[in-house]
């Protein structure tokens, strides 16, 4: 994997941050300025990082709603384009695409036709993302497919629905998930965050805070995830994790997207890390 070091577009992380946060908050803008300074290696994991967005916005769109992500790499037109030719999509989401739009073709063979199509896509994404490059992203989509995991398992446990139906991917997490009776599905000792999910699924009826309960999560591992990286590769899919936790507040409430971004510009302090370093 390219080693490269990216000292001045770290340092400039936060500028481009505070920009936004006084033009108005723009996600796609910070991206972009990322993706023009880094290596065409690097560009393909960032791209692959925001290939969940794609996922979410197929599956939209193959369902016939109207629902987009911007923070995907593709517009609504270009996915519609995609999902006849599927060409410029990772290989194993390319090869879900192909084959439940032709179930009796090639591609079809190699999977089960009768999961439905957006589970199929995902497990896809989260396979290509077990070969990545980076070590960031190989280890962030690992968690993050386990809390979505956990998330939904506790969800329809509550609902007396079958977890084995909601879980995605395959393991000795997801195993425990679907088979355990358990209050913490037997993985206390192995998700230290466990049951701070159960918690907020649980007890929270009030939908925003449980989503701010389960973001303040992933933000916390994002951070975790790059403690020992300072100017790589590795350091800015962190940073955009948690850009992308900033961009979803900021639409769904202002005040705490501002909030996570003051904590986002708290921590992008360009002579600390050099120190750190």
């Known amino acids: 994997m390219s080693r490269t070091e990216y000292y001045s577009l770290v340092a400039g992380l936060r500028e481009y941050a505070l920009d936004a946060d006084t033009k108005g908050f723009d996600a796609r803008a910070i991206i972009a300025e990322i993706l023009e300074n880094v290596s065409r290696a690097d560009a393909r994991q960032v791209r692959l990082l925001y290939g969940y967005y794609d996922c979410e916005n197929l599956i939209s769109l193959r369902n016939g709603r109207t629902a987009h992500n911007s923070l995907g790499n593709f517009t609504r037109e270009e996915l519609e384009q995609q999902l006849r030719d599927p060409r ?142 300072y100017f790589n590769i590795n350091t800015i899919l962190s940073y955009l994790v948690r850009i992308n936790i900033v961009a979803r507040w900021t639409r769904l409430d202002e005040k705490r997207g501002r909030e996570m971004l003051g904590r986002l510009l708290a921590q992008l302090d360009g002579k600390e890390l050099i120190n750190k370093q």
């Open 88 to 229: 410029r999509l990772p290989p194993l989401v390319a090869r879900v695409i192909r084959a439940y739009a032709d179930p009796e073709g090639e591609d079809a063979e190699e999977l089960d036709m009768n999961r439905p199509f957006e589970k199929t896509l995902m497990e896809a994404y989260y396979r290509q993302c077990d070969g990545a490059e980076s070590r960031f992203l190989r280890e962030w989509s690992l968690f993050d497919r386990t809390l979505r995991n956990v998330a939904a398992a506790v969800t329809a446990r509550a609902a007396g629905r079958p977890v084995e139906e909601t879980v995605v991917g395959d393991g000795d997490v997801v195993e425990q998930l679907s088979r355990s009776s358990a209050a913490d599905f037997g993985l206390r000792g192995e998700l230290p965050y466990i049951d701070a999910v159960i918690a907020a699924v649980n007890d929270e009826a009030n939908l925003l805070e449980k989503e701010h309960k389960i973001d303040l999560i992933r933000w916390n591992e994002a951070e975790e995830l790059a403690t020992f990286d």
